[in-house]
């Protein structure tokens, strides 16, 4: 059993619809990443978070510490939101990550 | 700042020869780690440090050396390559221990083994 599932592996959504992403995970954690790796292949790290909700842009994330589950939605999706989300949570010690699969995320104009 | 820079961007090996892909960051980061990201398999840890002089095993090392005798550079060695060392290298680097600080990617190394 994977310690991180993620959910859906494939998402197809037109320009401008509401997405979510969502992610759960069966280890204890303090905080939760999400990462965003772009067609070009570069990662980047959107959020961490150990609680409640952040929000940068159109990216909103939320984590629900007890139930072990954290979502990612965009809002009013862009073409250039196309990339693969991934969520990682860390391991007890802290020095490695448990990684979800990725979901692919294509916009259509 | 620079971030987290890597070289080669790209590299063709034949098999049996070795190398080393280089890393390095400008943040004063303790934690640096390789990953190596295959189809289908996602992002796999090599190895990591959590400061100078000090390196561990993450869930895919055999095949790689590690060293890190400064803050800045974190370089991967492949002994021998091998045809199964054709991927995708990420190094990384973060503040502290992944549990409260946002990791720091490279953009990324792609090795291909003949």
């Known amino acids: 059993k994977n310690e991180v599932e993620q959910s859906p592996q494939n998402l197809t959504a037109q320009e401008g619809e509401f997405i979510t992403i969502n992610c759960s995970y069966s280890?204890?954690?303090?905080?939760l990443h999400w990462l965003q790796q772009h067609p070009g292949g570069g990662i980047v790290s959107l959020f961490m978070?150990?609680?409640g909700k952040k929000k940068h842009g159109r990216l909103i994330a939320t984590i629900n510490i007890q139930e072990k589950h954290s979502s990612l939605h965009i809002t009013a999706s862009h073409p250039r939101d196309s990339a693969v989300y991934i969520c990682?949570?860390?391991?007890?010690?802290?020095?490695?990550?448990?990684f979800g699969t990725g979901t692919s995320l294509t916009v259509i104009p | 700042n620079a971030g987290v820079t890597q070289t080669p961007k790209f590299q063709v090996l034949k098999t049996g020869q070795s190398m080393t892909l280089q890393c390095a960051q400008d943040?004063?980061?303790?934690?640096m780690s390789w990953y190596r990201q295959d189809p289908g398999m996602g992002l796999r840890l090599i190895h990591y440090?959590?400061?100078?002089?000090?390196?561990d095993q993450g869930e895919v090392p055999n095949g790689y050396n590690v060293s890190r005798s400064t803050t800045e550079d974190f370089p991967l060695r492949l002994l021998s390559a091998a045809p199964s060392q054709t991927s995708v290298y990420f190094c990384?680097?973060?503040?502290?221990?992944?549990?409260?600080?946002?990791?720091?990617f490279g953009p990324g190394t792609r090795l291909t083994v003949l």
């Open positions: 990384a680097s973060s503040t502290g221990g992944l549990s409260y600080n946002e990791q720091f």
């Open positions: 280890v204890g954690i303090s905080a």
């Open positions: 978070l150990s609680s």
């Open positions: 990682a949570a860390p391991a007890n010690t802290g020095n490695q990550f448990y």
């Open positions: 943040m004063n980061h303790e934690y």
């Open positions: 440090s959590v400061g100078a002089g000090i390196t």
